[in-house]
């Protein structure tokens, strides 16, 4: 299906500084520097730009080898290089990592002006206020229309936000595993996992010791995560009742292993942030309702979810592809939500055809 090879010219990681960003449910933040990387060549009129959102965990490296800045190898590398869905040759990717992420962007764990950590003192985000500092990194890049904007999860929420907050700089939306408005299963899971982070004590109310973070905390919370992520079935086809040599249950294992991953790459602080981001997103606030929201949307959208998706039930998919009157797309597999990272020959297929 093409995507990234050895060889294949990548961007690097690179960091845009923007000046006083006031988020919507008060405070300021009186600088906002963004770490973005760009695949391919922007258009002379900058028509051929794709921005790419990623999820929770995610960062601004969608495509190529772990390297400095990148702890993991690109999240869909297959869809982004020449000859890709997202085609290089054609196309100029985007992606930046979140506001309040951990892999270059502004978060909890930068420093404020007085040279200590924000920690607790980072101000609450909105999905909102997220695409408005990503709308800043367009404008400072010359873009302004995106031919495509895609996210799946988290990313998807942000999706949205650009294609009903700014219509007319959305021409294409590919929105994926994700909802209109967080559910109270999501809040209920994600809310869990924030308090396995404040349990631990070395979480200090969110001002932790960089040196000595709160790894425990952080890996039940991604172990409670991770399993909303798969599904059962899944689970137990692949690990059962098994135990393994070391005593372990092999799906505790697996776990374990999951969260350890994590807790090395991650920080906490932006882990219970973003997911209150999470928590307190619906398209709708303030706009008159979903279905008013929905309906500002022109991008000409692509709608899907994984079927076995127990943290994004095809429901949610379902409500926004009623809303945008789209039919929706259902990606078939074992996986469960984490289907649309692992699916990607599916998710290229829909990419393809948006992008014809
Ligand atoms: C846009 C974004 O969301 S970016 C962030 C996405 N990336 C991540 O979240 C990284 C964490 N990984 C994941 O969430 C998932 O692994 C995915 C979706 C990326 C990939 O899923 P899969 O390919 O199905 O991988 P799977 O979940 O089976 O995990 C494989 C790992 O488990 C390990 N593993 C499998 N069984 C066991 C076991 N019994 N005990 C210990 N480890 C085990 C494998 O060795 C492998 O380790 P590695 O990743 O260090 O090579
Ligand atoms: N594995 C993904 C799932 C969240 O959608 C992540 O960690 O970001």
Request: with cysteine; charged share 20%; aromatic share 8%.
């Amino acid at each position: 299906m093409g995507g990234w090879a050895e060889g294949d010219p990548v961007g690097d990681r690179v960091f845009l500084d923007l000046p006083a960003f006031r988020p919507e449910r008060g405070g300021v933040l009186p600088s906002v520097r963004v770490a973005y990387e760009t695949w391919g060549t922007l258009a002379p009129d900058a028509s051929n730009a794709v921005l790419v959102e990623h999820a929770l965990t995610g960062d601004s490296h969608v495509a190529g080898p772990a390297g400095p800045g990148h702890p993991t190898p690109g999240w869909w590398d297959g869809l982004v290089g020449p000859g890709a869905p997202l085609d290089t040759d054609r196309f100029f990717v985007v992606c930046a990592n979140v506001l309040g992420g951990c892999q270059g962007t502004t978060g909890p764990s930068s420093l404020t002006p007085d040279g200590g950590r924000w920690g607790s003192r980072f101000p609450e985000i909105t999905v909102g206020d997220q695409v408005r500092v990503e709308a800043a990194l367009a404008d400072a890049l010359g873009i302004s229309r995106w031919a495509c904007v895609v996210g799946g999860s988290m990313g998807g929420m942000r999706a949205l936000e650009w294609a009903v907050a700014v219509p007319d700089r959305v021409a294409r939306l590919l929105f994926l595993a994700s909802g209109a408005v967080a559910t109270a299963d999501q809040i209920g899971t994600q809310t869990t996992q924030q308090a396995a982070i404040r349990a631990d004590p070395r979480w200090a109310g969110g001002d932790y010791d960089p040196a000595d973070p709160p790894v425990a905390g952080l890996g039940v919370a991604r172990r409670i995560a991770h399993l909303t992520y798969r599904s059962a079935l899944e689970l137990d086809a692949r690990f059962g009742t098994r135990v393994q040599d070391d005593g372990r249950f092999a799906v505790a294992s697996y776990l374990d292993h999951h969260a350890d991953k994590l807790a090395g790459r991650f920080e906490a602080g932006s882990y219970v942030l973003l997911t209150e981001a999470m928590n307190s997103w619906d398209v709708g606030r303030d706009r008159g309702g979903i279905e008013a929201a929905l309906a500002r949307v022109t991008a000409r959208s692509v709608v899907a979810g994984v079927d076995g998706d127990r943290l994004y039930p095809i429901t949610q998919q379902q409500q926004v592809a009623d809303g945008l009157g789209v039919p929706l797309q259902v990606i078939s597999s074992p996986f469960g939500h984490d289907g649309f990272l692992i699916e990607t020959r599916a998710v290229g297929a829909l990419l393809r055809d948006l992008l014809a």
